[in-house]
Nanobody, 116 residues
Framework: QVQLVESGGGLVQPGGSLRLSCAASGFAFSSYAMSWYRQAPGTERELVAIITSAGASTTAADSVKGRFTISRDNAKNSVYLQMNSLKPEDTAVYYC?????????WGQGTQVTVSS
């Protein structure tokens, strides 16, 4: 049974930091590219960052470049999103996704709220 479980979300003040984690099970994690998406109310889900299967390459959306960092630990079947210098516009539900060819698996999401 495939599972992706996000954690680490919460309420943080502008300028603060959070580290999201996504624990994977039920599939060959190290063979999948992993990504983080987010969706704010009334908007479409958008790609935040992606990391290749071996972790050799990462790409981040322009809106988070220089503030967010994606990483993974294939020994722990986990992917992370370090979020620094958070802004109110980063408020959203954050989802992790595993992708390999036509196969995509999604987690249930974790809420991140940036507010004073």
């Amino acid at each position: 049974q495939v599972q992706l479980v996000e954690s680490g979300g919460g309420l943080v003040q502008p300028g603060g930091s959070l580290r999201l984690s996504c624990a994977a099970s039920g599939f060959a994690f190290s063979s999948y590219a992993m990504s983080w998406y987010r969706q704010a109310p009334g908007t479409e889900r958008e790609l935040v960052a992606i990391i290749t299967s071996a972790g050799a390459s990462t790409t981040a959306a322009d809106s988070v470049k220089g503030r967010f960092t994606i990483s993974r630990d294939n020994a722990k079947n986990s992917v992370y999103l370090q979020m620094n210098s958070l802004k109110p516009e980063d408020t959203a539900v954050y989802y992790c996704k595993a992708g390999r060819g036509p196969r995509n698996y999604w987690g249930q999401g974790t809420q991140v709220t940036v507010s004073s």
